[in-house]
């Protein structure tokens, strides 16, 4: 079973630019989270989707950043414009069923680099 | 609010050491699970463990082993004997099961590096 996937691994931009992540779930897996860590700190969550709604978004640092999922596949979160303060690695999860309970698998993360 | 506190930022070990990362916790959730998870350099977040808040027998899974104290809010995680495939950074995390809890909530994570 292919697990979690995210595209690219790294990305390099400059501040004002826009930059589109990616993530694929496990296959069948509903539920999808983005969290982010910022260089030195705690993994932050971000959002969650139920398929294609948003459950929670209450992670989101402000209207710079877009999440979608269309469909309930993969999802992507755009940065636009990228400021200096959102560099950091964005992780994407999945998971089966919502409860604490089920486990989260998570991808490799992108490295965003804003210069 | 959930917290979870790493009070270790980096801890280097001579190889065959045994190690332990500490993690505390803070919730108001009666029910919550705990976990941990290792991020070697190659980047991913590996799951190890997860303990829910009803079970506080420990748990060994060969040179790992967890001591999760309800009393004290602690779910620490130590490493026998380590090794120097053992260096990553580790994050201990929460999750609760009240409203708005759902979702994880890590640590800062402690970077551990092995000596050879």
């Known amino acids: 079973e292919a697990g979690v996937t995210q595209f690219p691994s790294h990305s390099v931009i400059e501040k004002g630019q826009t930059v589109t992540l990616r993530c694929d779930p496990i296959s069948g897996h509903d539920n999808l989270y983005w969290y982010r860590r910022v260089m030195g700190k705690e993994i932050k969550f971000l959002l969650h989707?139920?398929?294609?709604?948003?459950?929670?978004e209450s992670g989101m640092p402000n209207n710079r950043f877009l999440a979608e999922r269309t469909g309930g596949t993969y999802s992507t979160l755009k940065v636009q414009p990228a400021e200096l303060e959102d560099s950091g690695v964005y992780f994407c999860?999945?998971?089966?069923?919502?409860?604490?309970?089920?486990?989260?698998?998570f991808g490799n993360g992108t490295r965003l680099t804003v210069t | 609010a959930q917290k979870v506190t790493q009070a270790q930022t980096e801890i280097s070990v001579v190889e065959k050491e045994d190690v332990t990362l500490d993690c505390v916790y803070e919730t108001r959730d009666t029910t919550y699970y705990l976990f941990w998870y290792k991020q070697p350099p190659s980047g991913e977040l590996v799951f190890l463990i997860r303990?829910?808040?009803?079970?506080?027998q420990n748990e060994i899974s060969g040179r790992y082993s967890w001591n999760f104290q309800k009393s004290t809010s602690s779910f620490n995680f130590t490493i026998t004997a380590s090794q120097v495939v053992d260096s990553a950074v580790y994050f201990c995390a929460l999750r609760g099961s009240n409203f708005g809890n759902e979702k994880l909530t890590f640590g800062t994570g402690t970077r551990l590096t092995i000596i050879p």
């Open positions: 303990r829910n808040s009803f079970d506080e």
């Open positions: 989707f139920v398929k294609e709604s948003k459950q929670d």
């Open positions: 999860a999945s998971s089966l069923g919502q409860g604490t309970n089920s486990p989260l698998h």
